[in-house]
């Protein structure tokens, strides 16, 4: 291989900042999860720059997605390894899938859940822009017996952030 050969494949390596902005996630957290074993650096620019291989910035984007989604680092490190584990590939796919079907079925649980939410505050929010007018001699105690607190969707936030 070449000088030049040598340097268009590193050329097409990622710095930590490219991690982390590619990602849209921050350097300690590429640091972290490289520290953890999630992901790897492969060249070391100097002895001091960590590289990544692209196909490390997508691991990176799914760890950092299966985080947002609500599983715990030892559930993502306990999905990566479940294949090693498994003498057989049948086992490994039969366990995987049994996995990935559980996760999927919380993650619909927690979907409908978010989007009950932000239906409610969204009916809130409506109702607070009638209540940003609000001259009430008795404020905050009027509230409790206004008509316009009797708002339809957000009865549940109306009564636990408003009424109270």
């Not at 996630?25 to 620019?45: C, D, N, P, Q």
């Not at 691991?59 to 680092?73: F, M, Y």
């Not at 993502?76 to 294949?83: E, N, P």
């Amino acid at each position: 291989m070449s000088g030049g050969d040598q340097r268009d494949t590193e050329d097409r390596w990622l710095t930590t900042g490219e991690m982390a902005r590619l990602s849209q996630t921050t350097l300690r957290t590429v640091r972290f999860y490289e520290s953890e074993g999630l992901i790897s650096s492969r060249v070391r620019a100097d002895g001091t720059h960590r590289k990544f291989p692209h196909a490390e910035l997508g691991k990176l984007q799914l760890i950092s997605d299966l985080r947002d989604a609500g599983l715990s680092l030892q559930e993502i490190k306990d999905l990566i390894a479940l294949k090693a584990g498994c003498p057989t590939a049948a086992r490994a796919a039969g366990d995987m899938s049994a996995n990935l079907c559980a996760r999927a079925e919380e993650l619909e649980r927690r979907i409908a859940t978010l989007q009950r939410v932000r239906s409610e505050l969204g009916s809130f929010l409506q109702m607070l822009q009638i209540c940003k007018t609000c001259t009430h001699p008795t404020f905050p105690q009027s509230c409790g017996s206004c008509e316009v607190t009797a708002q339809p969707g957000c009865e549940r936030a109306t009564h636990l952030l408003w009424k109270n």
